[in-house]
């Protein structure tokens, strides 16, 4: 089992940048594919990035290919999502998640959530 915690949410203005972690419990980490997912009000929540397990592998939705990046530390059990050049529609709760093994884009194919921290892009 792990438990995630996410920090680094924040109000920007959009063009600014902000960059959201992730630390997990437990001492399997690098066993765990690791997800970003998002939900914005009245939204249904939405793929972000994944990575695999080693990192060597990477996914993101069109979205925000080019401007955010996801990676993890698998010596500090953290995995990160850098985000660039962001626009009042990345407006949203930001949600990690893990599953066994392979990475994969649906939210009902991860097992493991973190609380959430709120992203708020100003125009």
């Known amino acids: 089992q792990v438990q995630l915690v996410e920090s680094g949410g924040g109000l920007v203005q959009a063009g600014d940048s902000l960059r959201l972690s992730c630390a997990a419990s437990?001492?399997?980490?690098?066993?765990?594919?690791m997800g970003w997912f998002r939900q914005a009000p009245g939204k249904e929540r939405e793929f972000v990035a994944a990575?695999?397990?080693?990192?060597?592998?990477?996914y993101y939705v069109d979205s925000v290919k080019g401007r955010f990046t996801i990676s993890r530390d698998n010596v500090k059990n953290t995995v990160s999502l850098q985000m660039n050049s962001l626009k009042p529609e990345d407006t949203a709760v930001y949600y990690c998640?893990?599953?066994?093994?392979?990475?994969?884009?649906?939210?009902?194919?991860?097992?493991?959530w973190g609380q959430g921290t709120q992203v708020t892009v100003s125009s």
């Open positions: 998640a893990a599953r066994r093994l392979i990475m994969r884009t649906h939210s009902n194919e991860y097992d493991y």
């Open positions: 437990g001492r399997t980490f690098s066993t765990y594919a």
């Open positions: 990575i695999s397990r080693s990192g060597g592998s990477t």
